[in-house]
């Protein structure tokens, strides 16, 4: 090949690693779970935190249908307005102390659990002349945030009482730290006690919010989703699975977003390392078999880029394991040019990695889909 070409062709090829992010591909996702939400008059909060706020994702998912667009993060919030995207924003984390005052400028409502936090809301709401809404948080087995189910009427009490704020919402959350799966029975309990309480308080709350993308199980093997009226949904949208089982969800893609390594050597090697085996550089043992020579490429992609854990190859080839800044592949019988870019699909914690690396580039596709 004529030299210069070479040089063009290099300088003009797309750096690696990159996280090529399929913007279609995420407004079609969100736009089918936020048609089959509104089918059983549940709205939709669009997950931002694991693309860390990133605009143009929340402007797919809000094109989508997205109600609502929530994100644990300020920083994240801040860069989506920035960004020009106007929406109805949720701080999905409660807020700390330390934040009030931006919490109140920058959102419109917040989850909360805890009353000294709602009473900082209140004065900074006050000290700015707005009104920050406010939903409270229970807790119904996962044990991460939120009141005892027998402490919220007392909160309520304590929110309905301050001025400032008004209490927008109630919400729950499961399946993100314990892995509790939010089954009928839990989120009929969770019904009753919103009902009970909005009863006995005359509450007019505006939103329900059930759960996340565990949910979606719960959604689809129960007709009756009691008076929950929306759910939070980041993971869902991205991976287009079912988190609880893995499997695809029905007119879904599952390829929104990939992960883009390239070769940096390739080499005929042995199988099995050689002399003395101790720690690797992770303070793992790691054992191999001997299955004689073997090809391997090295890519220029470690776990400063991302939790090679959660990667799975596109390509026939297999993952051998991961140091700071390489990753080896078995390439079976592929003998791939220096250059070559091999693609994985990322699990949530690898994309969350993946994201939050500032070594891997976020490459944005939006051509037009193919129907
Ligand atoms: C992260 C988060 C979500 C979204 O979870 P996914 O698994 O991305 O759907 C919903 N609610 C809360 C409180 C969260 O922290």
Redo the contacts with the bound molecule.
Sequence with gaps: MDPKRLVRDRRHALKTPRLEIDLNKIRHNSAAISTMLGLRGISL?G?T??MMGEPAVARMMLEGGARFI?D?RLENIQRMIHGGIRADYIL??SPMLSQVDEVVSLTHMS?NSEISVIRALSEAALDQNRCHKILL?VELGDL??GVLPKDLAGLVKQTIGLKGVRLAGI?T?L??LSGVMPVQERMVFFSNLVKKVSKRFSLNLELI?G????NYTWLTQNYDSGCINN????????TGCN?LTGEPVPCLYQDTIRLVGEVIEFKIKDSKPKGPVVKNAFGQRPKFENQGRMARAILGLGRQDVNANGLTPLDDVSIIGACSDHLVLDTHKFHPPIGHEFKFSLS?GALLSAMTSPYVKKVFLARPLKY
């Design positions: 909060t997950v935190k694991v929530g644990s999905i984390r989850f948080m991460r945030e919400g959350n399946a993100c919010s759960g996340n993308s565990a759910l939070r949904m980041g993971e869902m949208i991205f988190i949530y």
